[in-house]
C-alpha cells in the first residue's frame, strides 16, 4: 500500500519562505513522477510544479521563479521550497505520486500567508 505524507505547512507573512516535504512508503516503481497541487479556498486544484524520477521539471506561471520542486530517491521524497510567498499562496497543498495509470494522494497540508 503506497501512502504520502506532506509536512512542513504553516502561518508565514508575505515575503517569507517554507519548504514542504512529502514522504512515500510503499512500493514505489522507480519510474514515477511526483508532484505538488494546491487548492484555495473558493478555487479548483492546481498543479504548482511536478518532477520524473530524472529530475525533469514543470511550474505553474504563477510560482516561476520562486518555487523549486526537488526529490531524493533513496529517501523516496518530494520537496517544495517555497520563497517570496504572496498571500495568493494560501492553499492547502498536496502531493501526489504517479506510478503507471495509478495516482496516489497525500491528506494535504495548509500554508498559509499573511499579508
Known amino acids: 500500500q503506497v501512502q504520502l505524507v506532506e509536512s512542513g505547512g504553516g502561518l508565514v507573512q508575505a515575503g517569507g519562505s517554507l519548504r514542504l516535504s512529502c514522504a512515500a512508503s510503499?512500493?514505489?516503481?522507480?519510474?514515477?513522477?511526483m508532484r505538488w497541487y494546491r487548492r484555495a479556498p473558493g478555487k479548483q486544484r492546481e498543479l504548482v510544479a511536478g518532477i520524473t524520477s530524472i529530475g525533469t521539471t514543470n511550474y505553474a506561471d504563477s510560482v516561476k521563479g520562486r518555487f523549486t520542486i526537488s526529490r531524493d530517491n533513496a529517501k523516496k521524497t518530494v520537496y517544495l521550497i517555497m520563497n517570496s510567498l504572496k498571500p495568493e499562496d494560501t492553499a492547502v497543498y498536496y502531493c501526489?505520486?504517479?506510478?503507471?495509470?495509478?495516482?496516489?494522494w497525500g491528506q494535504g497540508t495548509q500554508v498559509t500567508v499573511s499579508s
Open positions: 510503499g512500493s514505489i516503481f522507480s519510474n514515477n513522477v
Open positions: 501526489n505520486l504517479v506510478m503507471i495509470t495509478t495516482n496516489y
